[in-house]
């Protein structure tokens, strides 16, 4: 019953670590690209060519996984508003 412990009498703890990666997605939506580091490039592998990082589009940038979440309920909320107004 460890777990059940946790949850009950931890629900502060996660409740706290919940909001603080809300707050750190509203405020700081990108991190850096697991990829290339954020650089924006890839060297190839005998680290003589360069190109461009396709995951992030070589900006350098991806957005967090909280932030993704919250655009897609946004989306997902926006277009009920619009169809129950038709």
Same mark, same amino acid.
């Given at each position: 019953?460890?777990?059940?412990? #946790?949850?009950?009498?931890g629900w502060p703890f996660i409740l706290l670590i919940?909001?603080?990666y809300g707050l750190m997605? #509203?405020?700081?939506?990108?991190?850096a690209c697991r990829v290339c580091k954020g650089s924006g490039r890839i060297t190839s592998r005998l680290?003589?060519?360069i190109?461009?990082? !396709? !995951?992030?589009?070589?900006?350098?940038?991806?957005?967090?996984?909280g932030r993704k979440a919250w655009n897609s309920?946004?989306?997902?909320y926006r277009?009920?508003?619009?169809n129950r107004r038709s």
């Open positions: 019953m460890p777990l059940f412990d #946790l949850l009950v009498k919940t909001v603080s997605c #509203l405020i700081w939506p990108f991190k680290g003589r060519g190109r461009l990082c !396709p !995951p992030c589009e070589a900006s350098g940038l991806r957005l967090r996984a309920l946004n989306r997902l277009a009920n508003r619009r």
